[in-house]
């Protein structure tokens, strides 16, 4: 075999060579985007859970939700009010980073619209309006605070109203 025919096999094997390793590349790009997901999703479970934790350990946190529920605003007291704010501003600080982790691929359409449910239901509430209109939060979110604002009507039923047939103390 001529060294030309020799140098031709050799950079065939080479490209095949080549996209072999760019084939094992992007397996491992889609596993490692696989795994990073899964830990997004993780995170946003235990960050869930937290707040979940930290609402069933606040006697005041858990007192102002069951005046929310009984509709019995006026009934508040200031640890209630900002035992809710505090809540109710987390809550929408972690919609804020779902709609983020949306944008960044890390989050479904399906999920997003689970958390705009949540939004249209927390923004029932005319104390939880006023907490999300006076909070910080990205220009985006803001935006869809805004926007999900314009489309409820004045008058929507607050859905964290219970009517169950038990009493609720």
């Not at 899964?38 to 937290?50: C, F, G, K, L």
């Not at 009934?75 to 987390?90: D, K, R, S, Y």
């Not at 004045?154 to 859905?159: K, L, M, R, V």
Request: with cysteine; charged share 20%; net charge negative.
């Amino acid at each position: 075999m001529n060294s030309q025919k020799l140098n031709d096999w050799l950079q065939i094997v080479g490209l095949f060579g080549v996209i072999g390793s760019l084939i094992f590349v992007g397996l491992q790009l889609r596993q490692t985007q696989a795994i990073a997901l899964s830990e997004t999703y993780q995170n946003r479970a235990a960050t869930s859970v937290e707040a979940s934790v930290g609402l069933m350990s606040s006697p005041a946190a858990l007192s102002g939700v069951s005046k929310i529920y009984r509709n019995e605003f006026d009934q508040l007291t200031m640890p209630e009010a900002v035992a809710l704010e505090q809540l109710i501003g987390n809550s929408l600080t972690m919609l804020e980073n779902n709609q983020l982790q949306l944008h960044q691929g890390f989050l479904s359409e399906e999920h997003w619209q689970r958390n705009m449910d949540e939004l249209n239901c927390i923004l029932t509430v005319p104390l939880f309006r006023e907490i999300a209109t006076g909070w910080d939060f990205r220009d985006s979110f803001e935006q869809v605070v805004s926007d999900t604002l314009q489309k409820m009507p004045p008058d929507a039923e607050n859905c964290w109203t219970y009517h169950w047939d038990f009493p609720m103390d």
